[in-house]
């Protein structure tokens, strides 16, 4: 049995990071919420 969670953080940054969530109309919403509720962190 293998572990289900193997770290990466090219793949982390490529699938959840600043410039893929920018790209979609989804992530550019995700990106202003967080923006708005003050995060520290909007994206990786």
């Known amino acids: ?8 953080k090219r793949k982390r940054a490529k699938t959840h990071g600043f410039l893929s969530r920018s790209k979609t109309s989804a992530g550019k919403k995700v990106i202003q919420g967080r ?3 003050g995060r520290a962190k909007i994206a990786i």
């Not at 049995?1 to 990466?8: A, G, I, K, Q």
């Open 1 to 8: 049995m293998s572990f289900t969670y193997s770290p990466n």
């Open 35 to 37: 923006r708005q509720k």
